[in-house]
């Protein structure tokens, strides 16, 4: 079933132009890279902060400014990541090394969404060094770290296996 369905997303005309352009295909390609490293480049340091790194750097102003970064990036990564999957969308559904990289990216995209959402992001208190944030949040910031740089590596493996 998911084979057809790869197969009808190749077969578009979109993809067929991607496949066939000198110049498209490694646009999205630097598009793809670009939106990855606003991502992991906004993500990283957010990950650090609630880790215990730079305490005396206010977290709530901090989170609000990678977080907006962050979704752009993930967007970015996500719509050119897209339009790379469907030039060859039959190759990656077979690929357990994409597979894996899409689930340990929905892990992390999951993550980001409960960070958010942990207790202290609010309030100022989260300023305080780390051994005062919550065990949540700095188990959240080990998984997203984890997460994104396992992406990033799955994410090169996939072109060269």
Known sequence: ????????????????????????????????ILGVAVLVGSIVPLDLRLLGVWPSVPLVPLYRVLARTGATGLAIAVTCGFLLFIARASEYVASELFLSKMVVVAIGAANVLTIGRLPGFQQPQTDAPHANLPLRSRLAAFVSLVSWLTALILGRLVGYF
């Open 1 to 32: 079933m998911i084979e057809h369905w790869a197969a009808a997303l190749e077969a578009t005309p979109l993809a067929a132009a991607l496949r066939n352009s000198v110049w498209s295909y490694p646009l999205v390609n630097a598009g793809h």
